[in-house]
């Protein structure tokens, strides 16, 4: 497999590696962390001022003893030159001058730490500003992503549910179209079924041909019971033997005289 391959890969791999990480990361838990890592470095630093203070509060005290035994040595030799001992105050003046040198070496370890403390104090109270403020930054930028990351899933359910509304408005849609449609197929069926045109395959109301037939002449009789009470009031005849006559088969003039002058209709069908 060739370099340029391997790269490629690894780039990929980077790539969705970043991408699977930038998902699962939390701002606020990394602001919190954050936040942690300060408050832990502010309490070295606070160690640090504790155990610069107790080293030269430990030298302050061994300076003040040595002080003590310097003026104490120096007391000896002032005595014992009183009492006419020259040597022994020469001896205690020696002593003196001993410990002044450790004396003046404390107190040169002495500044050096009351300054080295100073500047861890100035320090600290530096960074307790900087963790307050990163503190008070650090909520505000929680309560902002949290309202945010409300709106968020506010927004997306309201998507969510639109997405749901149309979708129930599609499926209205087709039940719709398709209750139009069997009403017009049913509607079309039982028309075919009336006229005839389409066969009852369940045998329901279903007509045989004399049924039909007897059907189709009581309409044509009507037709011409009709047409004979209008004839007989235009010739003056008595329409109630139209009825009669149409029923029985025979004219209209065996009921009723026809006037000899007028013409000679045929009623036979």
């Known amino acids: 497999m060739s370099d340029g391959i391997m790269k490629r890969m690894g780039l990929i791999f980077r790539s969705k590696a970043n991408k699977a990480l930038d998902r699962a990361e939390d701002p606020r838990e990394t602001l919190d962390y954050s936040y942690q890592k300060q408050l832990e470095l502010l309490q070295k630093v606070r160690r640090g001022v504790a ?29 014992a030159l009183s009492l006419g001992r020259e040597d022994l105050a020469r001896e205690a003046l020696t002593r003196k001058a001993n410990m002044q040198s450790q004396i003046n070496e404390l107190e040169a370890q002495y500044q050096q730490l009351q300054a080295e403390e ?4 100035l320090a600290s109270q530096r960074l307790q500003a900087k ?19 409300a709106q968020t899933r506010i927004a997306e359910s309201f998507s ?9 408005g599609l499926a209205i849609q087709r039940a719709e179209d398709k209750t139009a449609q069997m009403q017009a197929r049913a509607g ?16 329901l109301g279903r007509k045989d041909d004399i049924e039909a037939e007897l059907e189709r002449v009581a309409g044509g009789s009507d037709v011409e019971l009709e047409l004979a009470r209008m004839k007989a009031e235009l010739t003056g005849g008595s329409p109630a033997a139209g009825p009669q ?8 003039q065996d009921a009723a005289p026809q006037q000899q002058d007028g013409p000679r209709i ?3 069908k």
């Open 131 to 149: 963790v307050d403020a990163f503190r008070t930054k650090k909520e505000t930028i929680k309560a902002t992503y949290t309202a945010a990351q």
């Open 245 to 252: 006559a149409i029923e029985q088969g025979g004219r209209p």
């Open 188 to 203: 079309a069926i039982d028309e075919l079924l009336a006229s005839g045109a389409l066969d009852d395959a369940s045998g």
């Open 118 to 121: 100073e500047k861890l104090t």
């Open 51 to 79: 155990d610069v203070a107790t080293s030269r509060k430990r030298l302050e005290l061994q300076l003040t003893q040595l002080q003590q035994q310097s003026a104490k040595y120096e007391d000896q030799g002032r005595k």
């Open 160 to 168: 969510g549910i639109s997405e749901e509304m149309g979708d129930v």
């Open 266 to 268: 045929n009623y036979n």
